[in-house]
């Protein structure tokens, strides 16, 4: 049975939080929030890390977060170069960053060896979600390389309350399987879920228990596949466009409408915490703490 990896997509900076916060000690023994990701998915079963990261992160990633990692799990570097593409296609004179995170998921092709899930640099997750991811792929990596897993949050425990935030809000069917993700900008939290303001300046609210994606994946390597597809179309049409970005729900989208590939939504009630703004950093750490305080994680995660 191939091993399974665990992509953390860490090469953003973080416009809305202004610096590296993938690398931001908020943990009581100075962790950073993919310390407590990858001490969850090793006690599931993962045995592989690919970091996807920015070639100018590489120094201070080995040095800061690789001394850590590497005594625990093979840790791999995968380095998203912004003229990464297919044949065929060139980068822009004037692109400047890479290509979002479909293409950062790209990156990992090399480093990935059997199933893998993705997950987001900057959120909290929980061991609850690495934990069945790790029982959905390790039961269908072999006999449906087609079928993904998605951890499906809902929305009203996954807004920040010092400002607003991006999800993908879901529609799934009775059966649990996903049927379209709309990626919805500037949600702002309210008593009873979340609202936001289309385009026109109306506003629109979203029920507490709306099942958003936190970029929280199960896929067998098959998904490359489908990644390469999607970025073939993307470049085509945008590919000449400085700021356009190729996003994983979009090879995930057109896997689920062509019917190539369904989506099995696994839910989960875990509170979310996350660094979307500098002021969500004292939420987290006072998050952390109590956690560490309950007994759910150690004082020390790297003994």
């Known amino acids: 049975m ?15 939080y202004g610096g590296l916060k993938q ?15 990858v001490f969850d998915a090793i ?22 977060l690789g001394s850590r990692f590497e005594p625990h799990i093979e840790v791999k570097y995968a380095l998203q170069h912004f003229d990464d593409l297919l044949d065929g296609f060139p980068t822009p004179a004037q692109r400047e960053k890479p290509w979002g995170t479909g293409h950062a998921v790209w990156a990992a092709r090399h480093d990935v060896d059997g199933s893998f899930t993705v997950i987001n640099a900057d959120d909290f997750y929980g061991f609850e979600p690495f934990q069945s991811l790790s029982t959905f792929l390790t ?58 303001d289309d385009e026109s300046g109306n506003t629109h609210q979203l029920p507490g228990d709306s099942i958003v994606s936190m970029n929280c994946w199960g896929f067998h390597r098959s998904f490359f596949n489908q990644i390469k597809r999607g970025l073939h179309a993307f470049l085509t049409e945008k590919g000449k466009e400085s700021k356009a970005e190729y996003y994983l729900v979009d090879p995930v989208h057109q896997s689920i409408i062509d019917g190539s590939a369904q989506v099995q939504v696994l839910p989960t009630g875990i509170n979310w915490c996350g660094m979307t703004h500098p002021e969500d950093r004292q939420f987290v750490q006072d998050r952390l703490l109590k956690l560490v305080e309950s007994g759910v994680y150690p004082t020390t995660l790297w003994d």
């Open 139 to 196: 039961t269908h990596q072999e006999s449906d390389p087609n079928l993904y897993a998605m951890i499906g949050f809902q929305l009203q425990y996954t807004v920040s309350p010092v400002g607003a935030v991006s999800r993908g809000v879901c529609r799934c069917n009775e059966q649990s399987f996903l049927e379209s993700i709309t990626e919805i900008n500037s949600i702002r939290k309210t008593a009873n879920g979340g609202e936001y």
């Open 43 to 64: 006690r599931s079963g993962f045995t592989r890390l690919v970091l996807v990261i920015r070639p100018d992160m590489l120094e201070d990633t080995k040095r800061i």
């Open 23 to 37: 690398l931001e000690p908020v943990g009581p023994d100075g962790s950073a929030l993919m310390d407590y990701s």
């Open 2 to 16: 191939s091993e399974l990896s665990l992509v953390i997509l860490a090469a953003g900076m973080g416009s809305r």
